[in-house]
């Protein structure tokens, strides 16, 4: 397989030249909005890789909980994270495979890590391509442990996480949409703690009103164990997201937390139940995929 760089280093500088975000992140700058230029250049790979089939299933409860919004209420999208084309192939398909698709795609924010911002420019500028709230995940946090730039990275952390808050709060009330990857990373096969929920999805869904999860079948975009992202390997594919049903938050987190065994972190046991709903979802969207997939492409 080819890297991203390889086959679309043209557009890869098309995009950069284009881009409009600094590798600089500060509290004050967390909210950044679509540079909807480089969308329509991104839209150049994504139609590329994408295979017929294609598709967002139980659309209808996507198109529910973007009325809600409309409607004031705060809904959050939990989604699986395979790869950084995620959310480009969630948007190219809202866009050109069903009506109200753009107007829903406009109303998502998506919680990103910082690393997007920083890992290099190529990464930047296709990252811009869609609205987002920076964040600096936890998870970065934890190879710094014992490290003498561990107390200064946490203070930065709470900085930009506090800021984040700030701007998720205000935009959840205005019509918008936020999505979160409960993993807070990319899926890497052969490696299950990528898979695992993180603690803070549980405070996540307080928050919100409405909570709908959507899981990932198939992968345009495959993670380069060796390499950085603008190294990922693009490989065609079936991209089927799966849609569950909207429910009510708060009555939905109160009765898993009631579940939870004694002496277990409650918050930890929400995540994972996420976890394992979206796993439900995504070997549904599986079956969808596999009978989509031209023999060509039967691999998995």
């Not at 890590?113 to 420019?121: C, I, Q, R, T, Y």
């Not at 949409?177 to 990373?185: A, N, V, Y």
Request: hydrophobic content about 35%.
């Amino acid at each position: 397989m080819n890297t991203i760089k390889e086959k679309y280093g043209h557009i890869a500088k098309e995009l950069i030249q284009n881009s409009i975000q600094t590798g600089h992140v500060d509290p004050d700058a967390i909210y950044q909005e679509a540079n909807k230029s480089n969308r329509a250049i991104l839209n150049k790979i994504v139609q590329d890789l994408l295979l017929p089939g294609s598709d967002i299933r139980n659309f209808a409860e996507l198109l529910k909980l973007h009325n809600l919004a409309q409607e004031g209420k705060s809904c959050l999208i939990l989604m699986e994270h395979y790869s950084n084309f995620d959310l480009p192939n969630l948007y190219y398909l809202l866009e050109n495979k069903h009506s109200n698709g753009e107007d829903i795609g406009d109303s998502i924010i998506a919680m990103a890590g910082m690393k997007l911002n920083v890992e290099s420019e190529f990464v930047r500028a296709f990252t811009e391509a869609y609205t987002r709230i920076v964040i600096y995940p936890s998870r970065s946090l934890t190879p710094l442990m014992g490290t003498a730039k561990y107390e200064e990275e946490k203070t930065k952390a709470r900085k930009l996480n506090m800021a984040a808050l700030h701007e998720m709060v205000r935009a959840k009330h205005s019509g918008k949409i936020i999505l979160l990857f409960p993993s807070g990373t990319r899926y890497r096969p052969g490696n299950e703690d990528t898979r695992r929920g993180l603690a803070e999805v549980d405070s996540y869904i307080k928050g919100f009103d409405y909570v709908l999860p959507i899981a990932i079948a198939g992968n345009t975009l495959r993670v380069n164990a060796k390499g950085s992202m603008s190294e990922d390997f693009v490989h065609p594919d079936c991209m089927v997201f799966q849609a569950g049903d909207v429910r009510e938050a708060k009555p939905w987190r109160a009765e898993i937390r009631k579940e939870a065994p004694q002496g277990e972190n409650p918050k930890q046991f929400m995540a994972d139940r996420v976890m394992e709903e979206l796993a439900e979802l995504h070997t549904q969207a599986q079956v969808y995929r596999k009978e989509q997939l031209p023999a060509d492409y039967r691999e998995d």
